[in-house]
């Protein structure tokens, strides 16, 4: 047995254990195990961390498949002999998932083993230096430089307020209206080459005196906040490398155990 099969099981026996609920159909919750399959193959996938519009495509989807299995329990199709039949060829994987649930649940992780890889991956658990800032995003110069004039000598919360403003009005970003022209934190070579050289150019409640262009149009930036490079401390990943040991410890033992059971198995082939 490969090891990313081990790996593959391990991961849908985490979710299940600390499954996230994102709707219910008629009491029924719909949780992040249902919505992984959707994502088979596709590699490093956080649920959590999906755009929001494909994020709510995929819940509605396992949405839809939970109203059909309603329909179909409904329906009686359990009390069927080809339900049965169907039912028997997953009892043997449902036993082993379960039974890995268990075992994964039973893996313990001490502090000491906390600390070890702590120490052995601390470059890993670095929080690169990141900005905070708005922009309105217009098609022309001279739009872009009607609105810096707009915005003058502004400062402070004065120079927040009107920029969310006229982000709402007159930005051509399709979500500027529900943001008010903010993009959040963004480290280093997220953003585009023209606009970060010219956000991180700025002070921290300044904003681009000349139009800044971009293949996307003109755009007027605000620096609202930034932070240093941070050395993440252990207190702050403990959660995640808990996780992760357990993760670890749990497949090498597995795969041990494996190793034993197979051994002593009685194997024939015909």
Do not use: C
């Amino acid at each position: 047995m490969k090891k990313i099969l081990f790996g593959a099981l391990s991961l849908a026996v985490a979710m299940s254990l600390n499954a996230k609920v994102f709707a219910t159909v008629d009491g029924i919750e719909i949780t992040d195990v249902d919505i992984a399959p959707m994502f088979a193959g596709v590699s490093g996938v956080d649920l959590n961390n999906l755009p929001p519009e494909i994020q709510k495509q995929a819940v509605d989807r396992a949405i839809d498949i939970r109203i059909l299995i309603n329909a179909a329990k409904k329906s009686g199709i359990e009390k069927s002999d080809l339900y049965k039949k169907q039912l028997e060829i997953v009892k043997d994987e449902i036993a082993l998932r379960a039974w890995q649930a268990r075992e994964l649940n039973n893996t313990k992780v001490s502090p000491k083993e906390t600390s070890e890889y702590y120490e052995k991956n601390k470059d890993k658990f670095i929080e690169p230096a990141a900005m905070n800032a708005s922009h309105i995003l217009v098609k022309d110069e001279k739009t872009a430089k009607d609105i810096i004039s707009t915005l003058g000598k502004l400062k402070g919360e004065e120079l927040s307020k009107k920029f969310s403003e006229i982000a709402i009005q007159k930005s051509i970003e399709p979500i500027a209206k529900q943001t008010g022209g903010n993009l959040g934190w963004f480290a280093k070579g997220q953003m585009v080459k023209e606009f970060g050289d010219a956000a991180e150019k700025l002070k921290n409640g300044e904003f681009t005196k000349t139009p800044v262009k971009t293949q996307f149009g003109y755009h007027i930036i605000l620096k609202n906040d930034s932070r240093n490079q941070k050395q993440l401390s252990l207190e702050e990943v403990k959660p995640y490398i808990e996780n992760v040991v357990k993760q670890i410890k749990f497949q090498e033992n597995f795969e041990k155990k494996f190793k034993d059971l197979k051994a002593k198995a009685k194997v024939e082939y015909k």
